[in-house]
């Protein structure tokens, strides 16, 4: 059990539609950060969020956006969908700290048809 | 940018057994981080091992070892005594050392399969 969790499970949605996904981190977390998870693949960095602010982005465009909230959760928005945004999409939290182990949750899975 | 390659697609070991998984990186950094994840069918990514790069004693945690050779840039995660539970993706992962740095970049993963 890692304290974060995710929702919703499963999602199907509509190519050019928008969705967001949530998340609720561990309290005391204040840095979480979004994956995305293609089949058979590894999970790749989307971006971080700590204190509420964006402070770090992987290779993907900016219809890709997120919020963090005060209370520990946050979301991620993505806009125009594509057929291969579908992927599984891994939240995470964190205290801010190299060392600080990161909590992942069971992740939210996206089918864009 | 740093990558992390995992070699073997997948594994099969015999319950009880021990079985050995790889994975090399490359970074250009000195001070960095690496893991070991396991990703059940539930999709939760568990951590099972880390490694600081500055220290020279491989890691442990029960059944699980790691050999770091950090010259050659290898990572590889040992099971011993393998159980039914193990089998799972299994990621290797590598996040740098600096402050504030919280990316993790993952290897493509390595399905392990226990045979009972």
């Known amino acids: 059990e890692t304290g974060v969790t995710q929702s919703p499970t499963h999602l199907i949605k509509t190519r050019g539609q928008q969705v967001t996904l949530r998340c609720s981190s561990q309290?005391?977390?204040?840095?979480v950060s979004w994956y995305q998870q293609a089949l058979g693949q590894g999970p790749q960095f989307i971006f971080q969020y700590y204190r509420e602010e964006e402070n770090g982005r992987g290779n993907f465009p900016p219809r890709f956006s997120g919020l963090q909230f005060p209370n520990y959760s946050s979301e991620l928005n993505v806009n125009a969908l594509e057929l291969d945004d579908s992927a599984l999409y891994l939240c995470?939290?964190?205290?801010?700290?190299?060392?600080?182990?990161?909590?992942f949750g069971e992740g939210s899975w996206l089918t864009v048809v | 940018a740093q990558t992390v390659t995992q070699s073997q697609p997948e594994m099969s070991v015999q319950e009880a057994e021990t079985v050995t998984l790889s994975c090399t990186y490359d970074?250009?950094?000195?001070?960095?981080?690496l893991f070991w994840y396991k990703q059940p069918p539930s999709r939760q990514m568990i951590l099972v091992i880390r490694q600081e790069a500055y220290k020279q004693q491989n890691a442990t945690e029960n059944r699980f070892s790691v050999n770091f050779q950090k010259a050659a840039k290898s990572f590889s995660l040992k099971i011993s005594d393998s159980q039914l539970g193990d089998a799972a993706m299994y990621f290797c992962?590598?996040?740098?050392?600096?402050?504030?740095?919280?990316?993790?970049?993952f290897g493509q993963g390595t399905r392990l399969t226990i045979n009972p």
């Open positions: 992962a590598y996040r740098r050392g600096i402050q504030g740095a919280q990316k993790l970049v």
């Open positions: 970074t250009s950094e000195s001070d960095y981080y």
């Open positions: 309290s005391g977390h204040n840095t």
């Open positions: 995470a939290s964190s205290l801010l700290g190299s060392g600080n182990t990161i909590y």
